[in-house]
């Protein structure tokens, strides 16, 4: 059986969970609604204050699917609950990020500004040197400050680039001179 699976996802007060057919799940909280369409072959059952989630068969298929169904809930009750926050690190001389309506402009080092548009739903902030991206759909703001990551990634030497907070760089020892 499937750990992750198996655990019942407990509904906080003030969230509503409605299941239609096809296993078209919507998520109301009080930061907002998200929706989704999971794998119809789960079934999803609304009981109470929790939500389970159970397999038809053993069929690999399905086992990898359990787990994977309940996770995606899980993501949308808490995302409409408390929402989700990634935090990136621009590191490097004269490496900047600054924020002006929607736009966030990078300064990378190239020769021109990069600039992207928040996409809907999200929210990036820029204090210092950090990029904090704040959203309610876990997926968007990964994906975000993915996207953020890619413009300029942190290298292994210096360590300049736009890193997440919480990441390790490898660093690697430069070439020495020939004695």
Do not use: C, F, W
Request: hydrophobic share 30%; charged share 30%.
């Amino acid at each position: 059986m499937s750990r992750i699976g198996r655990m019942p996802i407990a509904v906080p007060a003030g969230v509503t969970v409605e299941i239609a057919e096809n296993n078209h799940v919507t998520v109301k909280g009080p930061k907002g609604t998200l929706e989704r369409t999971l794998p119809s072959e789960m079934e999803i059952k609304s009981e109470g204050s929790e939500i389970t989630v159970t397999r038809p068969n053993d069929l690999k298929r399905m086992k990898s699917l359990h787990g994977l169904t309940r996770t995606l809930v899980n993501n949308m009750v808490v995302g409409v609950t408390e929402g989700y926050t990634k935090v990136l690190e621009v590191n490097g001389v004269g490496y900047r990020a600054s924020k002006s309506g929607k736009k966030l402009t990078l300064n990378l080092g190239y020769s021109h500004p990069v600039e992207m548009e928040d996409p809907e739903g999200l929210e990036s902030v820029v204090e210092d040197n950090k990029i904090t991206i704040k959203g309610i759909d876990k997926e968007k703001v990964g994906q975000y400050a993915a996207e953020i990551r890619d413009k300029r990634r942190p290298e292994p030497y210096k360590g300049k680039g736009i890193k997440y907070a919480d990441e390790v760089i490898r660093r690697k020892v430069g070439k020495t001179g020939k004695k």
